[in-house]
Structures are given as C-alpha cells and as structure tokens.
C-alpha cells in the first residue's frame, strides 16, 4: 500500500498535500490555471536551466558507468562484477583517507551497498564519531523517556500506519519508532537545520505548581511537527544500518541538511516551491505535449508530485531506488535530482497520459512508482542522446 492510497481518514496527521487546499497569495490551483494555461507556480524564481542541471549531475551521463545500472544489470543479464569491486575498492580508499571530496564524487554515481553508510556519515558529519552519534542517541532517548509529548503519539500512529501496510519497513518498527521519537526530542536540532528551510518553531505555554510565572518554551523541542509519511525519512535508513544510534545520526544529518527544505514553503533555492517551479519548466521545455494534455484534462499536477518531492520518493519507489537517488542528493549537495526524476516519470509515462480521457486515468497511471528504476530515469531524462563508449 502506498502514500498515494492512504484515505483521508486513516491518519491524524496532515498530509503533504495540505498546503494545496489553501496555498499562498503567490500560488493557485492546478485546477483553475489547466483551464487557461500550464503551470501552478506563478512567481518569479530562479531555476537551473537543462544545462545547468546537466553539468550539476555530469557524473550521471549514461557513458558513465553508475551504481544502480551497471551492479543490477549488464548487456550480458547480470551486474558487472567488475564494476562492483573496482567501486567498493574506490570507496574504501576514499574512506580511509578521510577525502569528502572524492566521497562526494563517489556518491554522484552511486554508492557501493556495503559502504554507503559511511559515505554518507562522512559527507553529512564529517567531523562527529560513531562514539559521539551513541552519545547523542542516548541522552535524547534520556529525554523521552523523562518526557511525554502529545506530537509523540501523532509521530507513532504514523510509523504504526506504515509498518502495518508496506512490507518493506514492518521489521524495522522499533528502529523506526526510536528515531522518529529522538527527531521530536532533539534540542541541537534547531541548530543544524538549513538557514532559510522555512521552519517556524511553535512556542507553548508552560504552567508548574512550583514555578510562580508560566514559561514559554519551543514546542516540539526540535521544531519539528510530524505530518502524515514524515516516518518515511527514516525507513531506507534502516537498511543501512542495524543500529538506531547510527540511523539517527544518518536522519539527523539528512533531514538537517534536505529534508527540512521539503515540507516547508520558502523561497529557498532548494526549497519546495523552486522545485516545484523546476518540474514545470522541465516538463513544458521537453514535453509540451504532455503538459497541453494535462491542461486539456484538468489535472492537478502539483497533488501528485508534491507527495513525491516532500518525501523524496520514499515510500513510492522501492527502498533500493530511493537509496540510489539519495546518493545523488548526497553527491551532488542538491535536491535537484528529485525534481528531475518527478519530470523524468512523467516523460517515461508519456504514453499512457496522451492516451488518458479524463484526470481520473492520469492519477492511475502516476500512481504506482514500485517498478520504475531511479536513475536509469535520472539519465533518460538529462541525457538522452548519450551512448556509451565501446
């Protein structure tokens, strides 16, 4: 069962789409604008032309070989072995000479399984330990369990929705729990996350029998309010790594760095909004044809890939693909990639959405993702023409 699936009912939290029903002064629906013109967001903001995103993501030209094509498959019908221990080999050389530069390069074109944790730890903190993570991880969970917060309960009912409905995550329940609990709870939070992102920490009233004035604190203590899916941040993490001391610290560097700029609206140049803005562009320059129909049929473009962009396709596509692309944000220090992929679903469905008689088909047709392979799309979209070297 995916995100896109869930009824409206099903959970107390809000769902990504939220913002939709009553977007800024600067936004309109989608339903209104497809009657008279394509695009929903219709302020003036700066986004990467195609040649810009194509020299951000260079390393993922098809010539290339990449982690995610060549470890999967091969003319030949199996992965490259080869190509496999030449990048795990790369990867331990880079780690152990601590380089985050040649970390970041090696990330463009995909981690190898077995070290991708590391690569990440290293490219997200570079300066913290494995010692410094336990640390962390158990004086925040020190904190939980002193305190009880009603956004706790909220934050639980999701990972208890998604652990009961996606096979993929059921195991991981107590890990997941665990880390979404500590996000709530992190006080060094604040600190860490994206100047800019958007987020505005709500404030609450605290009243004691022992203190004579009531004090206004920051509630959550981490800023964070969990929405419906925000427990998908956290479950490809789990398979990096068996312990949730380790998985926290790769959500906190994650979530600090990116997805804190995913669920919050902003002008930030690599905020919701400009991604949202970025999806328009590339799909009006590349496929016209699609965006004239989706006008024609009145689709509400941003309902469906808004889910996508505020989880980063975790939860739609298969951990493995999420974890392919997440590479690629780490790489390239962008969540670029995620628009581009969002466009990139939408050509390869191309087809079947010029073929749709109403918006009702176009949502099915978009609706499951379980299949799609992340960056074979990534390619297809930014470079098409390329072919690789014999």
Same mark, same amino acid.
Request: hydrophobic content about 45%; charged content about 15%; glycine content about 4%.
């Given at each position: 069962?995916?995100?896109?699936?869930?009824?409206?009912?099903?959970?107390?939290?809000?769902?990504?789409?939220?913002?939709?029903?009553?977007?800024?002064?600067?936004?309109?629906?989608?339903?209104?604008? $497809?009657?008279?013109?394509?695009?929903?967001?219709?302020?003036?903001?700066?986004? !990467?032309?195609?040649?810009?995103?194509?020299? %951000?993501? &260079?390393?993922?030209?098809?010539?290339?070989?990449?982690?995610?094509?060549?470890?999967?498959?091969?003319?030949?019908?199996?992965?490259?072995?080869?190509?496999?221990?030449?990048?795990?080999?790369?990867?331990?050389?880079? @780690?152990? &000479?601590?380089?985050? $530069?040649?970390?970041?390069?090696?990330?463009?074109?995909?981690? =190898?399984?077995?070290? *991708?944790?590391?690569?990440?730890?290293?490219?997200?903190?570079?300066?913290?330990?494995?010692?410094?993570?336990?640390?962390?991880?158990?004086?925040?969970?020190?904190?939980?369990? *002193?305190?009880?917060? %009603?956004?706790?309960? @909220?934050?639980?009912?999701?990972? !208890?929705?998604?652990?009961?409905?996606?096979?993929?995550?059921?195991?991981?329940?107590?890990?997941?729990?665990?880390?979404?609990?500590?996000?709530?709870?992190?006080?060094?939070? =604040?600190?860490?996350?994206?100047?800019?992102?958007?987020?505005?920490?709500? !404030? $609450?009233?605290?009243?004691?029998?022992?203190?004579?004035?009531?004090? #206004?604190?920051?509630?959550?203590?981490? /800023?964070?309010?969990?929405?419906?899916?925000?427990?998908?941040?956290?479950?490809?993490?789990?398979?990096?790594?068996?312990?949730?001391?380790?998985?926290?610290?790769?959500? *906190?560097?994650?979530?600090?760095?990116?997805?804190?700029?995913? +669920?919050?609206?902003?002008? +930030?140049?690599?905020?919701? #909004?400009?991604?949202? @803005?970025?999806?328009?562009?590339?799909?009006?320059?590349?496929?016209?044809?699609?965006?004239?129909? @989706?006008?024609?049929?009145?689709?509400? +473009?941003?309902?469906?890939?808004?889910?996508?962009?505020?989880?980063?396709?975790?939860?739609?596509?298969? =951990?493995?693909?999420?974890?392919?692309?997440?590479? *690629? #944000?780490? /790489?390239?220090?962008?969540?670029?990639?995620?628009? #581009?992929?969002?466009? $990139?679903?939408?050509?390869?469905?191309?087809?079947?959405?010029?073929? &749709?008689?109403? !918006?009702?088909?176009?949502?099915?047709?978009?609706?499951?993702?379980?299949?799609?392979?992340?960056?074979?799309? %990534?390619?297809?979209?930014?470079?098409?023409?390329?072919?690789?070297?014999?």
């Amino acid at each position: 069962m995916t995100p896109a699936t869930w009824r409206s009912g099903s959970q107390p939290c809000a769902a990504p789409t939220t913002w939709l029903r009553a977007p800024p002064s600067a936004m309109k629906s989608a339903r209104t604008l $497809a009657r008279q013109w394509w695009g929903a967001i219709r302020v003036q903001l700066a986004v !990467k032309s195609t040649g810009e995103l194509r020299a %951000l993501m &260079a390393d993922l030209d098809s010539r290339y070989p990449q982690v995610g094509v060549e470890d999967q498959f091969t003319n030949a019908g199996g992965p490259d072995a080869a190509f496999v221990e030449a990048r795990l080999k790369l990867g331990q050389q880079a @780690l152990a &000479a601590n380089d985050l $530069a040649r970390i970041m390069a090696l990330c463009r074109q995909g981690c =190898p399984t077995s070290l *991708r944790a590391d690569m990440w730890e290293l490219a997200l903190c570079p300066v913290e330990t494995a010692a410094t993570h336990a640390d962390t991880f158990d004086q925040i969970m020190r904190s939980v369990q *002193r305190t009880d917060l %009603l956004v706790d309960k @909220l934050a639980l009912l999701d990972v !208890k929705h998604i652990c009961d409905f996606d096979d993929n995550y059921f195991i991981f329940y107590s890990v997941i729990r665990d880390a979404v609990i500590a996000l709530n709870h992190d006080l060094e939070l =604040p600190n860490l996350i994206t100047p800019g992102c958007g987020i505005i920490p709500a !404030k $609450a009233t605290v009243r004691s029998s022992t203190a004579p004035e009531p004090v #206004v604190v920051q509630y959550p203590p981490s /800023g964070f309010i969990p929405f419906r899916g925000s427990s998908y941040y956290v479950t490809p993490l789990c398979f990096l790594s068996a312990s949730p001391a380790r998985v926290y610290s790769l959500l *906190r560097g994650m979530y600090s760095r990116y997805f804190c700029l995913l +669920h919050t609206i902003s002008s +930030h140049p690599q905020g919701l #909004v400009r991604l949202c @803005l970025l999806f328009e562009t590339l799909l009006h320059t590349h496929q016209p044809l699609i965006c004239a129909r @989706l006008v024609e049929l009145g689709v509400d +473009h941003l309902s469906i890939i808004v889910p996508w962009l505020v989880q980063a396709f975790s939860g739609f596509l298969e =951990p493995l693909q999420v974890l392919l692309l997440w590479d *690629r #944000v780490v /790489g390239c220090d962008s969540l670029e990639p995620l628009a #581009v992929l969002a466009a $990139a679903i939408f050509a390869f469905r191309k087809q079947r959405i010029m073929a &749709a008689t109403h !918006k009702s088909e176009v949502c099915r047709v978009l609706a499951d993702l379980r299949g799609l392979l992340s960056i074979p799309l %990534l390619q297809f979209c930014l470079f098409p023409q390329a072919e690789r070297p014999a």
